[in-house]
Nanobody, 124 residues
């Protein structure tokens, strides 16, 4: 199983980025897919999750209304569209697959598969 995150980079505050998570070795539509992030000196935190077959989504309060998760099942890829970026969004972003139930969507320990992370830096 491999999750390959990409699309990070340096952007000015107010700008946008789209992250991609290409999945191989499992059918991502059958899993809760989530994005987490870890800022320097901080613990990794939940950002957003998409339920199996894309039926529902959940966002952290800090990104609600600015970020959007989507799936392309034909490509076995999950995306994170990030708009109105802020300096506090600076972090390494990780995609992950959760085999549990929807109520566990923000529980990092229940995500069995993780990508390698992609750096997002937002300048002020």
């Amino acid at each position: 199983v491999q999750l390959q995150a990409s699309g990070g980079g340096l952007v000015q505050a107010g700008g946008s980025l789209r992250l991609s998570c290409a999945v191989s070795g499992l059918t991502s539509s059958r899993y809760i897919m989530g994005w987490f992030r870890q800022a320097p000196g901080k613990e990794r935190e939940f950002v957003v999750a998409s339920s199996r077959y894309g039926g529902g989504t959940a966002y952290a309060d800090s990104v609600n209304g600015r970020f959007s998760i989507s799936r392309d099942n034909a490509k076995n890829t999950v995306y994170l569209q990030m708009n109105s970026l802020k300096p506090e969004d600076t972090a390494v972003y990780y995609c992950a697959a959760n085999t549990g139930v929807w109520s566990t969507r923000d529980e990092e320990r229940l995500y069995a598969y993780w990508g390698q992370g992609t750096q997002v830096t937002v300048s002020s």
